[in-house]
């Protein structure tokens, strides 16, 4: 069983920057991890994901050349950069783990965080 916990959520301004930190209480070198968003009222949507080699990894239109996901195995951690940031990036932005495989599917993953609130003003 994998533990995850988020943090560096908060509120900026349009323009901004943020770096979400994803910490697992036990090694995610085989997991691939995924951070995914939810708005009020919208359903979870796929941000990006990183396998677990750091070898593929994809985006959602909507942040790509934005957001940035990475891994540091050796700490557990997950991370997404996040710059330039837009009032509709406003979210609960959630971390994720799954044997192996990425995937933009939130069902497909077996583990997920409690959230860090995302907060982007124009």
């Known amino acids: 069983q994998v533990q995850l916990v988020e943090s560096g959520g908060g509120s900026v301004q349009a323009g901004g920057s943020l770096r979400l930190s994803c910490v697992a209480s036990?090694?995610?070198?085989?997991?691939?991890m995924g951070w995914f968003r939810q708005a009020p009222g919208k359903e979870r949507e796929f941000v990006a994901h990183?396998?677990?080699?750091?070898?593929?990894?994809d985006y959602a239109d909507s942040v790509k050349g934005r957001f940035t996901i990475s891994r540091d195995n050796a700490k557990n951690t997950v991370y997404l950069q996040m710059n330039n940031l837009k009032p509709e990036d406003t979210a609960v932005y959630y971390c994720?783990?799954?044997?192996?495989?990425?995937?933009?599917?939130?069902?497909?993953?077996?583990?997920w965080g409690q959230g860090t609130q995302v907060t982007v003003s124009s």
């Open positions: 990183i396998s677990w080699s750091a070898d593929n990894i």
């Open positions: 994720a783990a799954r044997h192996f495989h990425s995937s933009r599917r939130a069902k497909e993953y077996d583990y």
């Open positions: 036990g090694r995610i070198n085989l997991y691939a």
